[in-house]
């Protein structure tokens, strides 16, 4: 047992894994090895050592850890979203190493409000008089519901009764919420009447919902958010957007189509915009609703807020993220935005380097999506590596395997690593990735 778990393959998984995890996997492969009347020697001892990698490397794979994003998608909502920029992970460390001012006002020496922390950026960024974040959109959404609607009604157009990924279903949201949904208009058009009709003096919100993931085309009527809100300023009741994604910018900048942004939502005259951290901002894990002042004091003020409150860790990484928002060549260090601003030339240059140094690869006009339910079905021009192989989905798994996995695309009988989502900081390690598969 001792020499065997001073290899030097077993001593390196001790490092992360444990020694006493380590140990486990070791007797559980003796035990079998006796069973089953292994090898004995320095063989047998090869044997169980790579059989004990092979247990430990899946065990390990269990764990979180970094993996590279070669499919194309940008938000991925199952490998993270929004990875963060150095400027939030120093800000992470900074105030996550030691204590902070988190509930803590410096200026009078007394308790304050963690959320406080990031209402100046919040404002700054999306125009609004107030804003406040929660643990994630789906929770903003929860909070405003259940401050505004409890008991009461809520008019949602018919083609936005939305299901997003990961069971977000929004006639079910507003049912958790304790208020009754009024559907108005058909899946494919809605026009202003039917809110007109609708209303009654049980109303408590008129709500909008990014449609996320799907579009509708052909024979359709919407209704803008300007005419929503008009209506709703007639009638006394207030209009919420759930946006989903949450444009900060204007994506045609990035030669997307227009997608309406957070500030322009807010002109609109809509009373409380909700959004992700994790989308378009390309921050951390965090919801946002930003709007009207006195609206926002309410959700402040729901003892619901302490269930869905964001952690110090988010409120750091989230209040770095927005001050890199405040210009366009800091707002290039996100992630996020260097993916997208990413130029077929970069994509190119990259490409030769990837075909020069390894034969046989060969590179793919691609495209590439944002992805977290931002701009459905419009894509970005990108560029993939095409692995020729017989048998992709072995060549794919090898890959989910390697260290960092990297997580490519299956297309056509083909595999394909989209050079947009892999950062060039990765290419070394995806060409690493590749020369093993040999
Ligand atoms: C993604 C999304 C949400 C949920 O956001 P989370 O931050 O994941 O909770 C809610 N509504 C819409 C329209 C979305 O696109």
């Given at each position: 047992m001792h020499r065997l778990l001073e290899t030097p393959a077993l001593a390196e998984y001790q490092s992360f894994l444990g020694r006493e995890s380590v140990k486990r996997a070791v007797e559980r492969e003796l035990d079998r090895a006796r069973v089953s009347g292994g090898e004995a020697g320095t063989d047998g001892m090869h044997a169980i050592v790579a059989s004990v990698c092979e247990r430990l490397d899946s065990q390990r794979r269990a764990t979180l850890?970094?993996?590279?994003?070669?499919?194309?998608?940008?938000?991925?909502?199952?490998?993270?979203?929004?990875?963060?920029?150095?400027?939030?992970?120093?800000?992470?460390?900074?105030?996550?190493?030691?204590?902070?001012?988190?509930?803590?006002?410096?200026?009078?020496?007394?308790?304050?409000?963690?959320?406080?922390?990031?209402?100046?950026?919040?404002?700054?960024?999306?125009?609004?008089?107030?804003?406040?974040?929660?643990?994630?959109?789906?929770?903003?959404?929860?909070?405003?519901?259940?401050?505004?609607?409890?008991?009461?009604?809520?008019?949602?157009?018919?083609?936005?009764?939305?299901?997003?990924?990961?069971?977000?279903?929004?006639?079910?949201?507003l049912q958790r919420g304790g208020a009754t949904l009024v559907e108005v208009g058909t899946t494919n058009k809605v026009y202003v009447e039917d809110y007109e009709r609708a209303?009654?003096?049980?109303?408590?919100?008129?709500?909008?919902?990014?449609?996320?993931?799907?579009?509708?085309?052909?024979?359709?009527?919407?209704?803008?958010?300007?005419?929503?809100?008009?209506?709703?300023?007639?009638?006394?009741?207030?209009?919420?957007?759930?946006?989903?994604?949450?444009?900060?910018?204007?994506l045609a900048e990035y030669g997307l189509p227009h997608e309406r942004t957070i500030r322009e939502a807010l002109g609109d005259g809509i009373s409380l915009v909700a959004f992700s951290g994790d989308k378009l901002l390309g921050g951390p894990q965090a919801g946002i609703v930003a709007g009207r002042a006195e609206l926002v004091a309410r959700l402040r003020n729901n003892p619901l807020l302490r269930a869905l409150r964001v952690d110090k860790t988010a409120i750091a990484a989230l209040a770095a993220t927005l001050q890199l928002h405040r210009s366009p060549e800091t707002r290039a260090r996100i992630p996020l935005y260097r993916m997208l601003g990413a130029t077929m030339e970069d994509l190119w240059e990259r490409a030769r380097r990837y075909c020069d140094a390894i034969a046989g690869l060969r590179t793919v006009e691609h495209r590439a999506v944002v992805g977290g339910g931002a701009l459905p079905g419009s894509t970005l021009a990108s560029l993939a590596i095409a692995v020729s192989t017989d048998d992709p989905g072995r060549v794919a798994a090898a890959l989910r395997r390697g260290k960092p996995p990297v997580v490519a695309r299956l297309d056509d009988g083909r595999v394909l690593l989209d050079l947009r989502t892999i950062a060039p900081e990765e290419d070394g390690e995806v060409l690493a990735a590749l020369l093993a598969l040999r």
């Open positions: 850890m970094r993996a590279i994003n070669a499919t194309g998608v940008i938000v991925h909502t199952n490998l993270g979203r929004a990875p963060l920029a150095a400027e939030a992970l120093a800000a992470v460390a900074d105030v996550g190493a030691g204590y902070s001012n988190l509930e803590y006002d410096l200026e009078a020496g007394e308790r304050g409000s963690r959320y406080a922390r990031v209402t100046g950026p919040l404002r700054e960024l999306t125009g609004a008089q107030d804003a406040l974040a929660v643990n994630n959109c789906a929770a903003a959404v929860l909070l405003i519901l259940d401050t505004f609607a409890k008991g009461r009604e809520v008019v949602v157009a018919r083609g936005q009764l939305v299901e997003i990924g990961g069971g977000f279903r929004l006639p079910d949201v209303l009654s003096p049980r109303t408590a919100l008129l709500l909008r919902t990014h449609p996320s993931n799907y579009a509708i085309a052909g024979f359709t009527h919407d209704v803008t958010g300007a005419e929503m809100a008009r209506l709703g300023a007639r009638a006394g009741v207030p209009v919420v957007e759930d946006l989903g994604s949450g444009a900060p910018v204007d």
